[in-house]
């Protein structure tokens, strides 16, 4: 087996593109390793080429080893610990892209409250768009927010045949839901860890939210939100149609099937891109590194700069 040391590290062209990865892997009781440039799931043997990843869901019983941490972060690959029934979530891994352009677009519409309102109303257009939510206020769009679960939630308990009562999360008993509430919650951790790895795989900061504010992963939770109606809550209520039994699992299958058929990684790609006014350039795929100046100048870096008149 190769190590680390001897391998070069890949390039981004030589990537898969996020938008083309499998949505994510779950895997439990059994040992992740590495083999060249797949992990190994051992309990048996089955490979997976790492750089098909887009999230690997790591369940109860499983042991992960350096090695193939190595090549999963190296990969771009999101890594997502999952507590019993999906309700704990942990993630790592590193952006496919060398170029900070993403992330700097992202900040600079973040650090100005105009464009951070900005960027918020182009989330809820993408949400309800047969609204224009322009001139709304904050309050107007939550309020909008809500009445469109709640009405998502009663249609796809007609359309199931599964009965809901109200969304009621507990924090610390997964058992405690209902049926469609456990698979709701489910689909929810999925949709973050996709999230999360979409987010993470094209540099930009999970941090800086534009309508969640203060946790680690606000901008995580809103792109996981922009899916929720057509995607998590629809698959959520298919697993909960067939019982109780064995629900998380159910709700992880049918969505990943439903993520599958519809694109949703390359969709949420292009999302992300135009939400922060980013076209695609060839500096996004050069390993290239900038030093500042005085006047928005920058200079190449890997020179000594100390004897040179700039100006």
């Known amino acids: 087996m190769s190590t680390v040391s001897r391998r070069s590290t890949s390039t981004p062209r030589q990537l898969a593109r996020a938008g083309d990865r499998l949505s994510f892997i779950y895997l439990e009781r059994c040992t992740v390793h590495r083999d060249d440039n797949a992990i190994t799931a051992t309990d048996g043997t089955t490979h997976i080429p790492a750089a098909t990843i887009g999230t690997l869901l790591l369940g109860p019983g499983t042991r992960i ?12 690959a999101g890594v997502v610990w999952v507590g019993e029934h999906g309700v704990r979530f942990y993630a790592g891994g590193r952006a496919l892209t060398r170029s ?18 900005e960027v918020a109303r182009a989330m809820y257009r993408l949400r309800f768009p047969d609204e224009d939510p322009a001139g709304r206020t904050r309050q107007d769009l939550l309020s909008m927010e809500g ?15 599964v009965p809901w009562i109200r969304r009621d999360y507990h924090r610390d008993n997964f ?13 929810a951790q999925c949709m973050y860890g996709i999230a999360h790895a979409v987010v993470t795989a094209l540099g930009c900061s999970p941090a800086l939210g534009f309508v969640h504010s203060g946790h680690e992963r606000s901008f995580v939770l809103d792109i996981a939100d922009l899916y929720k109606t057509d995607t998590a809550i629809p698959a959520a209520f298919d697993a909960a149609a067939d019982g109780l039994d064995d629900v998380a699992s159910r709700t992880r299958r ?54 040179e008149v700039l100006w």
């Open 65 to 76: 080893t350096h090695q193939a941490m190595s090549v999963l972060g190296e990969c771009g």
């Open 100 to 117: 900070s352009a993403l992330a700097e677009a992202q900040a600079t519409a973040w650090a100005n409250r105009r464009t951070r309102l």
């Open 147 to 161: 009445r469109r679960l709640k009405d998502c939630y009663r249609r796809e308990s007609a359309r199931t045949g």
């Open 175 to 187: 058992a405690a839901g209902d049926a469609p509430n456990q698979a709701v919650t489910a689909a």
């Open 254 to 307: 049918a969505l990943r099937t439903r993520i599958n058929d519809t694109g949703l990684l390359d969709r949420c790609v292009n999302d992300i891109k135009t939400l922060l006014h980013h076209n695609d350039d060839a500096s996004d795929h050069q390993d290239h590194v900038t030093l500042q100046s005085d006047g928005d100048t920058h200079l190449d870096s890997g020179r000594n700069y100390g004897d």
